[in-house]
T-cell receptor, first 116, second 112 residues
Framework: ETGVTQTPRHLVMGMTNKKSLKCEQH?????MYWYKQSAKKPLELMFV???????ENNSVPSRFSPECPNSSHLFLHLHTLQPEDSALYLC???????????????FGEGSWLTVV | AQSVTQLGSHVSVSEGALVLLRCNYS??????LFWYVQYPNQGLQLLLK??????LVKGINGFEAEFKKSETSFHLTKPSAHMSDAAEYFC??????????FGAGTRLTVKP
């Protein structure tokens, strides 16, 4: 139990579907992140939220839409995805954004997404 | 900008043998260095981290890493591998500006 909970753990969706990934952190942290992990590629940072405000968007296609209603919850809304978007999507949190002062980033167990 | 290079995408050792996973970093300012482990079908879990002070850092499950500034390295070691150590290991670097970068990962296989 890492304190970061992601649902669903597995999701299969068609290219025309709309679905959402949910993340909740129970650690009292102020920063939350979405990462994408694909086979044979380094971890890709997608979005960063600090105190509910988006502070980073690493050129992520608009078919991925994040939402952060409060410091404990983070969503990733998915719409008209492509098969190459199939990957493990990891949510994470830290006390302060992005590892300042050596802050540890805590990861959830991930949501496996398959786009068919 | 920082970067991390993990030498060897796949390392295989026998049970009881020394584990050595290599990580070199590039940073223009004093770095903070991390090792994470990812077991199958799970997220990343912190093994250990270096911020300041003692350069030899001890982590969970018997792992340790040494920060060597002159070699810009932060290699991960464990004296005796266990079957349960089989996983993917990620080195990461950040600094006071907060930009954390992950390496591509090294998959550790432990043979009986």
């Amino acid at each position: 139990e890492t304190g970061v909970t992601q649902t669903p753990r597995h999701l299969v969706m068609g290219m025309t579907n709309k679905k959402s990934l949910k993340c909740e952190q129970h650690l009292g942290h102020n920063a939350m992140y979405w990462y994408k992990q694909s086979a044979k590629k380094p971890l890709e940072l997608m979005f960063v939220y600090n105190f509910k405000e988006q502070t980073e968007n690493n050129s992520v296609p608009s078919r991925f839409s994040p939402e952060c209603p409060n410091s404990s919850h983070l969503f990733l809304h998915l719409h008209t995805l492509q098969p190459e978007d199939s990957a493990l999507y990891l949510c994470a949190s830290s006390q302060e954004p992005r590892g300042e002062n050596g802050n540890t980033i805590y990861f959830g167990e991930g949501s496996w997404l398959t786009v068919v | 900008a920082q970067s991390v290079t993990q030498l060897g995408s796949h390392v295989s050792v026998s049970e009881g043998a020394l584990v050595l996973l290599r990580c070199n970093y590039s940073s223009s300012v004093p770095p903070y260095l991390f090792w994470y482990v990812q077991y199958p079908n799970q997220g990343l879990q912190l093994l250990l981290k270096y911020t300041t002070g003692a350069t030899l850092v001890k982590g969970i499950n018997g792992f340790e890493a040494e920060f060597k500034k002159s070699e810009t390295s932060f290699h991960l070691t464990k004296p005796s591998a266990h079957m349960s150590d089989a996983a993917e290991y990620f080195c990461a670097v950040s600094d006071q500006l907060g930009d954390m970068r992950f390496g591509a990962g090294t998959r550790l296989t432990v043979k009986p």
